[in-house]
């Protein structure tokens, strides 16, 4: 037999941005904790709301399934003497072990005989185990900031009001924050408050729609979007997808309903930016579009509630947006009225970071970053002036009134005001575009200012708090550090930009010494560890890209300081492996790795003192592959490289069929370890094949 379970945990309101981690641990949980107590299910369900999370089980088993365990005994020679009578070790495991001694079975393992005590434990209800399988399960949730109320010592993401556990018609009784549970749940806050009992636990999803909440968060997701482009449409425009915002609304309400509302549309001279950012990213509000990509001057929002009164509602919302963008125009206005290059000493007012300096030193670090980035990325000279001036201007906006006020708009504004300004166009999209890439799947900058300035930037942070022993953990990152490795990671791969790491990470070390700035950790330090952490952001891209984590890890063995030059060894070598030869190639590395591993020393080779015929051909073909191989390398077409490595196989086959390696003679045995060397040397310029699957 088996019954529904409906688990409601009904709190204050709950943060948007916590609501999808927290459904997915909840679901995570139970699935564990449910067979970790030996109750079968057909399905697992997490819900949630603002004001609740919510689990539903399937058809619940209302007793355990019973428990067997086999434990291991003595063997049984010892167990039992020759006449079949226990012994001393068979009688004390028996009681041990709460069995009878006649009880013991014998099982094979490995060819030997061993007895085994079986013991049974009878499943128990559902009804007396569930209290506290729920209790682990709320016990187990963790938030990205919990809090504590009242005197209870228990943390969770907001104050916990009510509980409601029903299995089938009856009540779980489990307790939670000093709150017992029963069959009451809440309606939606204003128009159906409640408390509303809920019969048995298929009733609550009816029960709960009828008082205004749809607690089915993916439901409320479709019925959101679909309002919202029915309600643009019949308004003659259109909603850009936008996963993100319609994620956050589906989690800000119980009951939605959309409507539209207008603004004027002389803000509509503004740049779009400052007109979508008030809507989108403080109020919420969808921007409306016409079919030629014009903004129209419209919005779409999204209330808790049902469609009574939707004119007011709308007006109210109208009144806040004109509030917003008549301070934009005004910020607008006020910003151009100040050069943008008078703003940069301003930057001497805001602190980057206590231990780091301010805005206006970072500022003077990344134009001297930006300078050498130009010589070591092999770029024209004529960009050097305007890389110095989009570095030098990068930062300035952020002494704006409109940044101030929405700092959504940082490098946004500050091209703006740029190209007000009469600069250079290159450098205008440079100062937009040194932010990307803003996150994991953003677009990176196809303006090489905005590349360059943005790797200098990057760098600056990440040298300057690791330096200072900023160093992210694992549930701590407050400097954004981990996203700005990542974008240094994805744009030195995806641009294929060749530099050495440690290279620029001791010139912006040095940066901060030429400003009078000294970092507590040392140079060495700075090196490892944030290699080491780049290192882990390019492991990721790779896994991404499809690549093998065996071929990854072989790659990363002969190095990562050039980032780029990874992905291509990674990329090929991934390739190669789908090719016929790689076995071969495999096979006769494995062969002199193995074996050259094994000595601690590096040997020089004297091909005048090679005497047999095996180890001659071996260096001619030695020879002769790393002058095919070498050219290929220094051009980047490794997977040809590696395909010209391919006829090492036979004379490396012959060499080990046909002399002693570790010969007695000195001079004979370090001469052909030497060759072995060469052998390894030459394939470890592209990997480390010793570490690759068969």
């Known amino acids: 037999?088996?019954?529904?379970?409906?688990?409601?945990?009904?709190?204050?309101?709950?943060?948007?941005?916590?609501?999808?981690?927290?459904?997915?641990?909840?679901?995570?949980?139970?699935?564990?904790?449910?067979?970790e107590y030996r109750l079968k299910y057909d399905r697992v369900a997490t819900y949630g709301t603002p004001r609740r999370l919510a689990l539903y089980i399937s058809?619940?088993?209302?007793?355990?399934?019973?428990?067997?365990?086999?434990?291991?005994?003595?063997?049984?020679?010892?167990?039992?003497?020759?006449?079949?009578?226990?012994?001393?070790?068979?009688?004390?495991?028996?009681?041990?072990?709460?069995?009878?001694?006649?009880?013991?079975?014998?099982?094979?393992?490995?060819?030997?005989?061993?007895?085994?005590?079986?013991?049974?434990?009878?499943g128990r209800p559902a009804l007396e185990v569930l209290p506290d399988l729920l209790l682990n399960i709320v016990n187990g949730l963790s938030f990205p900031k919990p809090m504590r109320w009242g005197t209870l010592d228990m943390r969770f993401a907001r104050p916990i009001r009510w509980v409601l556990a029903l299995f089938g018609e009856d009540v779980v009784p489990v307790e939670v924050a000093g709150l017992k549970a029963g069959r009451l749940t809440y309606g939606h806050r204003f128009l159906s408050p409640g408390p509303h009992e809920v019969p048995e636990a298929g009733a609550y999803f009816a029960i709960l729609e009828q008082n205004f909440v749809l607690v089915d968060q993916e439901r409320r997701r479709r019925l959101i979007w679909e309002q919202v482009t029915r309600l643009a449409a019949r308004e003659g425009g259109r909603v850009e997808e936008d996963p993100e915002l319609l994620e956050e609304i589906n989690y800000l309400l119980e009951y939605p309903t959309a409507l539209a509302g207008r603004f004027n549309p002389d803000y509509l001279k503004l740049p779009h930016e400052v007109v979508i950012t008030p809507m989108r990213d403080h109020q919420r509000y969808f921007p409306v579009w016409n079919d030629r990509g014009e903004l129209l001057p419209l919005f779409i929002t999204v209330h808790n509630g049902t469609d009574a009164h939707l004119e007011t509602i709308g007006r109210g919302n109208e009144r806040v947006l004109a509030a917003r963008l008549a301070d934009a125009a005004f910020f607008y206005r006020e910003d151009q009225k100040i050069p943008l290059m008078d703003r940069v000493k301003k930057l001497a007012e805001i602190v980057f970071q206590e231990n780091l300096g301010t805005m206006y030193d970072k500022t003077k670090r990344i134009v001297r970053l930006s300078r050498l980035l130009v010589t070591e990325l092999d770029l024209p000279d004529y960009l050097t002036p305007l890389v110095e001036r989009t570095a030098e201007l990068a930062k300035a906006d952020l002494a704006t009134a409109m940044v101030y006020e929405f700092p959504e708009l940082q490098g946004i504004m500050g091209s703006y005001y740029a190209a007000h300004d009469g600069e250079d166009a290159?450098?205008?999209?440079?100062?937009?575009?040194?932010?990307?890439?803003?996150?994991?799947?953003?677009?990176?900058?196809?303006?090489?200012?905005?590349?360059?300035?943005?790797?200098?930037?990057?760098?600056?942070?990440?040298?300057?708090?690791?330096?200072?022993?900023?160093?992210?953990?694992?549930?701590?990152?407050?400097?954004?550090?981990?996203?700005?490795?990542?974008?240094?990671?994805?744009?030195?791969?995806?641009?294929?930009?060749?530099?050495?790491?440690a290279g620029l990470i001791a010139a912006a070390y040095q940066g901060y010494g030429d400003e009078g700035i000294k970092l507590p950790r040392d140079l060495t330090f700075v090196q490892d560890q944030l290699a080491a952490f780049c290192r882990q952001r390019l492991e990721h891209l790779l896994e991404e890209k499809g690549i093998r984590f065996d071929v990854i890890e072989a790659c990363l063995a002969v190095g990562s300081d050039d980032l780029a030059d990874v992905y291509h060894r990674a990329r090929d070598l991934n390739a190669f492996r789908e090719e016929e030869g790689f076995?071969?190639?495999?096979?006769?590395?494995?062969?002199?790795?193995?074996?050259?591993?094994?000595?601690?020393?590096?040997?020089?080779?004297?091909?005048?003192?090679?005497?047999?015929?095996?180890?001659?051909?071996?260096?001619?073909?030695?020879?002769?592959?790393?002058?095919?191989?070498?050219?290929?390398?220094?051009?980047?077409?490794?997977?040809?490289?590696?395909?010209?490595?391919?006829?090492?196989?036979?004379?490396?086959?012959?060499?080990?069929?046909?002399?002693?390696?570790m010969a007695p003679e000195k001079e004979v045995r370090a001469n052909r370890l030497a060759l072995l060397q060469g052998v390894v040397d030459l394939v470890r310029q592209l990997a480390d094949f010793s570490r690759l699957v068969p």
């Not at 994991?440 to 590349?451: E, H």
């Not at 592959?625 to 090492?648: F, H, N, Q, S």
């Open 1 to 35: 037999m088996s019954r529904d379970l409906i688990f409601e945990i009904g709190t204050e309101e709950i943060p948007a941005r916590f609501m999808p981690g927290a459904l997915e641990q909840m679901a995570d949980l139970a699935a564990g904790v449910f067979e």
């Open 59 to 122: 058809n619940l088993a209302e007793i355990q399934e019973e428990r067997v365990q086999e434990i291991k005994g003595p063997p049984v020679k010892v167990a039992f003497d020759a006449d079949g009578r226990p012994t001393k070790a068979a009688l004390g495991f028996a009681r041990n072990n709460g069995v009878a001694v006649d009880e013991l079975v014998t099982r094979s393992i490995n060819g030997g005989e061993y007895v085994f005590a079986v013991k049974k434990e009878a």
């Open 426 to 501: 290159e450098v205008c999209r440079g100062i937009r575009q040194h932010y990307w890439p803003r996150f994991a799947g953003d677009r990176l900058p196809d303006s090489l200012t905005g590349m360059v300035v943005g790797l200098a930037d990057r760098l600056d942070t990440l040298v300057g708090c690791f330096g200072a022993g900023l160093i992210p953990t694992g549930s701590q990152d407050p400097y954004a550090l981990r996203r700005q490795a990542a974008g240094l990671v994805t744009m030195a791969v995806e641009l294929n930009l060749k530099f050495s790491l």
């Open 583 to 661: 076995n071969a190639l495999q096979t006769a590395f494995t062969r002199a790795f193995n074996l050259a591993r094994q000595v601690g020393e590096r040997y020089v080779l004297e091909p005048e003192a090679l005497k047999e015929k095996v180890e001659i051909e071996l260096y001619r073909a030695l020879e002769e592959v790393r002058r095919r191989v070498e050219p290929e390398i220094k051009a980047g077409r490794y997977l040809d490289a590696l395909k010209a490595m391919i006829p090492l196989r036979e004379p490396i086959d012959a060499f080990f069929d046909g002399v002693l390696v």
